[in-house]
């Protein structure tokens, strides 16, 4: 099994470039099925769920190649609409092949998505949604099956702004009869993404990034060339791992806008960042000082950074609550932080910390992505050597997470 060696106490300093986002890049691949025609995806990383979403698409008929880093996806051939079990339970972003599934055959079979163990994520808002679209939907043991003789445009009241359930909206009624309004939707830069791919591909979809979206129905989609968005949860990751071990940072294809909710908590923190078109720059000399934070929808703190943040606040002075709104079961490394020498305690949804000098180098094992990513920054901080285990977890969302934080002066090794 895969872990990382990590011994602590170097600074990082130097320059990394972040990759496309994992959550733009998964929806967009599924939105590939929509066309006959080819597809590129510009600065593809080749981490796992991208693989994972790769092999779906092949199951499906779908041709695909890398060239470099860009991903050439044809769906000319594609004749299936089931998703294996085995392959669903890879990871929960499967879910958005029911959409473009639909889309295209006008029917789908598909498990319940897999993924990382972070709590609940239901998907009736996903069902009751294209219910509203004319899809006839039934689950039996796990498996739901989706058929539909033809996708007419409605308007559709989400309970709450899922990102999954407004992303599979999109791709299902974006070749619907008819115009389709999404109200209270996910604001997530993601969602914006994927309005401006399809809209190169002749979509018609406006107000991504509202609360109210408008797709009007379209009769074909083609073919084209997209880069998507930077990874702001690749990029806050590592703004976080130079705070955490009090070095300085230029991080290139960023976003400073769409993470400006964690770069005004640095920032009133010890770290000193400026940003210059798509350039941030960090730089912390100091211990943290504490601060306080909730997770939620954007632009709220993102729920996918609130294991690294509190890595960070575990060796911060003061004290430190954190309250996580999205995942109920999303405290799953607290216990491994505790291990290494961490003074946190948790109730119900709260995580309440008091910080501690310096972290103790010991063995941990990643249970999720994020999770497995706070890991290996409290290990950048910590005393002697940590190994953190089970890193296919981290994997999933970080390509070479190991060589990037080597270049900037980790000592970190991938062992086997």
Not at 144 to 159: E, H, M, N, P, T
């Amino acid at each position: 099994m895969e872990k990382y060696m990590i011994n602590g106490g170097r600074k990082l300093s130097g320059k990394i470039t972040i990759q496309s986002a994992k959550n733009s890049v998964l929806p967009i691949m599924a939105g590939a099925l929509l066309t006959d025609e080819q597809v590129v995806i510009k600065n593809c990383p080749k981490i796992k769920d991208v693989m994972s979403m790769l092999n779906i698409l092949s199951h499906i008929g779908c041709k695909w190649q890398f060239e470099g880093d860009n991903l050439i996806i044809n769906s000319l051939t594609a004749d299936k609409y089931v998703v294996p079990k085995e392959l669903a339970n890879e990871m929960r972003s499967s879910i958005f092949m029911l959409g473009a599934l639909i889309c295209r055959f006008k029917k789908a079979k598909i498990y319940a998505p897999g993924g990382c163990n972070i709590g609940l994520r239901p998907i009736d808002l996903h069902i009751k949604s294209l219910k509203k679209l004319g899809v006839n939907v039934s689950e039996v043991q796990g498996q739901i099956f989706c058929s539909a003789s033809s996708l007419v445009g409605k308007d559709i009241y989400l309970d709450f702004p899922s990102v999954g359930a407004t992303e599979n909206i999109i791709l299902a009624s974006v070749l619907a009869k008819g115009k389709t309004q999404i109200f209270n939707s996910a604001k997530e830069p993601e969602i914006v993404d994927l309005m401006n791919y399809l809209n190169s591909m002749g979509a018609k979809i406006y107000g991504a990034g509202t609360s109210t979206i408008l797709i009007e129905g379209v009769d074909r989609l083609h073919g084209t060339e997209y880069t998507p968005i930077p990874d702001r949860i690749e990029c806050g990751t590592f703004l976080l791992a130079t705070a955490i071990t009090g070095g300085e940072i230029e991080i290139h294809n960023c976003n400073a806008k769409n993470i400006s909710v964690l770069i005004h908590k640095l920032c009133d923190n010890t770290c000193k960042i400026t940003t210059n078109n798509d350039i941030i720059y960090l730089k912390n000399k100091l211990m943290s000082k504490s601060f306080s934070f909730s997770t939620g929808p954007y632009p709220l703190f993102p729920t996918d950074l609130q294991a690294q943040t509190m890595a960070l606040l575990s060796v911060s002075s003061g004290k430190s609550v954190v309250v996580e709104n999205v995942f109920e079961k999303r405290f799953s490394h607290v216990s491994s932080l505790i291990d290494m020498g961490a003074n946190i305690s948790v109730k119900g949804k709260r995580a309440y910390i008091s910080g501690v000098n310096r972290l103790n180098g010991t063995q941990v094992y990643a249970s999720d992505l994020r999770g497995g990513a706070a890991l290996v920054l409290a290990g950048l901080n910590a005393e002697g050597q940590t190994i953190v285990n089970n890193i296919s977890h981290i994997e999933r969302g970080y390509f070479e997470f190991e060589k990037k934080l080597s270049s900037l002066g980790a000592d970190i090794k991938k062992i086997y």
